[in-house]
């Protein structure tokens, strides 16, 4: 008995250990990380030529800051022009870059994860050997390709050589390997098209679901519609705990049973 009170004891200490040793390891990175943004910040109320020589730090001199870098900045000359046009073009690059990179991997770990074929552990291979290859070896064949191509100085010359991204595709199809299949296969069962089974977490916490399913000719949609809704409310709502929020069921086509 007094083995059996101890050990809960034991455990709460380690974990209270775990806990203060983890969050100290947290304050260490984030005052690592804000250390930089803080110095550039600093930096940015100095003479350039005071940075250069003296480098970026948190020794502070409040007599020598400044407002004369961000009043040349928003002049309105020709530097500021052109330091808005480069500020314009990064905000472009990354948003479309982002945006495709995701809807890109997705499919392709979505592919990798759901569906068996052959030679699919040797692809999901390939795609996790790419990581092993430094960038500074991809740097002169991308820049071939990319001038052989015509796209160079353009938009798509730099979007597209990082557009597939395999630690992206690791990511997704860990996430998805969490998914429960056989949601999807009574989705499949009940005439849901691959495009059709979508999920989309609501702002106060609840799931939305869109099915776009092809029904079989002279079946009563509304008794199917009636069945999967019922069949996947229930099932997701004691999978994940959340509460379903609407799912909407869209008919995309009929198709004959012979």
Known sequence: MAKTAAQPKTMESNHKVASVLSTGLFAILCVLIAFPL?????????????????????????????????????????????????????????????????????????GLTMYKFKLQGFLFFLVIATMCVPFEILMLPLYNEVTSLGIINTRAGVILPGLCGASTIFFFKQYMQSLPK???????????????????????????????????????????????????????????????????????GVRAID
């Open 182 to 252: 056989e949601l999807l296969d009574a989705g499949r069962i009940d005439g849901c098209t691959e495009y059709g089974i979508s999920v989309k977490i609501t702002d106060d916490n609840k799931i939305r679901l869109n099915f776009h399913v092809i029904v079989a000719y002279g079946v009563n949609i509304s008794t199917i519609a009636d069945n999967l809704v019922n069949n996947v409310k229930y099932k997701v709502e004691a999978f994940t705990g959340m509460e379903i929020d609407k799912i909407d069921i869209y008919v995309e």
């Open 38 to 110: 803080l110095a550039g910040f600093f930096a940015s109320f100095q003479e350039g030529r005071e940075v250069v020589m003296k480098g970026m730090s948190l020794n502070l001199d409040f007599s020598k800051m400044h407002l004369d870098n961000y009043k040349y900045l928003f002049s309105g000359n020709e530097d500021s022009r052109k330091y808005f046009m480069w500020y314009k073009n990064s905000l472009i690059l990354t948003l479309i870059t982002v945006a495709l990179t995701l809807l890109v991997c997705y499919f392709i770990a979505y």
